[in-house]
């Protein structure tokens, strides 16, 4: 259960992220999702406005090789489906990568915790990467449970409700 909740909230902020750099470059761009009657599908298609050609993404958390819907999409319609995942996701959201290791006093998984106590190790990777060095707010969910955490310089910190 964990899994598919960290998969569903991790493709929501690959998406939510990339129409974000989208909107701010002024970009026109036109997003489907595809999902066949036999229950395989592709995490996200897009294109730009004024093109024919679809892109097609496939979102995993460690795999590399694609579903079985994924490549039955790819052999129909004659189109590459592209594999986004924790090695390649800065690609995805256009930003530069962060050195492969940080300085453990900066940021660590116990640093930002829920207000039950529990840690958000999972994510943290991911969201430290993804973070400029300008002040960020974002909302983590665990277990339905809503997290906010201030990110300066790729510190974080709690706020309290």
């Not at 970009?27 to 024919?52: N, Q, V």
């Not at 694609?66 to 004659?78: I, N, V």
Request: net charge positive; glycine share 6%; hydrophobic share 35%.
């Amino acid at each position: 259960m964990y899994a598919l909740t960290l998969a569903i909230y991790g493709e929501n902020f690959l998406i939510t992220e990339r129409l974000k750099t989208y909107a701010n470059q002024g970009a026109s761009i036109d997003y489907r999702f595809w999902k066949s009657c036999g229950g395989g599908g592709i995490d996200y298609l897009e294109r730009e406005t004024a093109k024919k050609d679809f892109k097609a993404f496939e979102f995993k958390y460690t795999r590399d090789y694609l579903s079985r819907g994924a490549r039955g999409f790819s052999r129909t319609y004659q189109m590459p489906v592209e594999i986004v995942n924790m090695s390649n996701y800065h690609k995805f959201l256009k930003i530069q990568p962060l050195p492969a290791r940080l300085p453990t006093s900066r940021v660590t998984a116990n640093s930002c915790r829920a207000p039950n106590g529990t840690a958000l190790s999972l994510l943290l990777g991911a969201i430290s990467q993804a973070c400029s060095s300008a002040t960020r707010q974002r909302s983590l969910l665990e277990k339905g449970e809503s997290v906010k955490c201030q990110i300066k310089n790729a510190k974080y910190q709690t706020k309290s409700k």
